[in-house]
């Protein structure tokens, strides 16, 4: 039998399970209150869940907006002029790095993704992040979409953030956020839980501790979105889900509406606006900053 994974956040060994997801082996961390599956994967499962993992077709011209947004942002970073995204999928945010002269890093598992983001210039490292493919403090920007609730080790990846961004560079994470509207509403049936795809679950608590750990600022931490396909596909489970890329899914409709009309994206902020101030948005949105 295998043993038990200390609590991801502060590696605490006493926890307590969550009777709404034993078939996820979810407990909740007793000292720190994080939520995490405590029974570790097997390779064999590992391989199952990846081996044939979806890669998005082609970027939408909304996410590429929010894309080309962040780089405004990272603007302001801008000293080496190296980015670094790890886990980047298909290269779609380094190529958009690299339209505004980014020098654009990534990491990635499947060797096809990474051959076909080698074509296009991305200087790209197979597997985990290692940060002795890289000097110590040699990039302005991080970032990490979606990959830290995957991690068997996430404060490792973090250290490893810390370590390469330099000092005054920025970490820009998202993640799920376990203490959301959609997953109170859904309980046990809230698709994001799904072991062993899925082995962290943070909330703006857990999550600013383990950067802080990690010897990182943070400087915002915010809590947006309802993704409606996720809540109905949660609760009414369908006989087959819609996949998130999919331009005719829910969530890709309503964006678009609410992207055309000044009045729906004011109501888009405002709602993201309480999200974030009662905690409960669907993902956790981080912006980080090494010390100076």
């Known amino acids: 039998m295998s043993t038990a994974r200390p609590c991801p956040c502060c590696s605490a060994t006493h926890f307590r399970e969550l009777p709404d997801h034993v078939r996820h082996h979810l407990a909740r961390c007793r000292t720190c209150g994080m939520v995490f599956a405590h029974r570790p994967p097997t390779a064999q499962e590992l391989e199952a869940t990846y081996g044939s993992y979806p890669v998005i077709p082609a970027l939408s011209p909304i996410t590429k907006q929010r894309y080309l947004e962040l780089l405004d942002v990272f603007e302001g970073y801008r000293r080496t002029g190296r980015i670094l995204d790890a886990g980047s999928g298909s290269g779609y945010f380094l190529d958009t790095a690299m339209e505004r002269s980014w020098e654009a890093h990534g990491t990635e598992y499947d060797p096809a993704v990474v051959e076909a983001c080698r074509a296009r210039g991305i200087h790209m490292q197979q597997g985990v992040l290692d940060p002795t493919h890289y000097e110590e403090g040699s990039f302005d920007v991080i970032t990490s979409f979606e990959v830290l609730e995957h ?117 888009k902020a405002t709602v993201n606006g309480l999200l974030t101030l009662t905690g409960m948005g669907d993902t956790l949105k981080v912006f980080a900053t090494k010390p100076q």
């Open 151 to 267: 991690l068997v080790d996430p404060a490792t990846e973090l250290a490893h953030i810390s370590r390469l961004l330099r000092p005054g560079g920025i970490l820009y994470l998202t993640t799920p956020n376990f203490n959301s509207l959609a997953r109170h509403i859904a309980r046990g049936r809230w698709n994001i839980i799904n072991y062993p795809e899925h082995l962290n679950y943070y909330t703006p608590r857990t999550l600013g501790r383990s950067l802080r750990k990690a010897g990182l600022d943070v400087d915002r931490i915010r809590t947006t979105g309802i993704s409606v396909m996720r809540l109905r596909n949660s609760v009414v489970a369908p006989t087959k889900a819609q996949a998130n890329a999919d331009p005719g899914n829910a969530d890709q409709v309503l964006r678009s509406r609410i992207e055309g009309n000044p009045v729906l994206r004011f109501m």
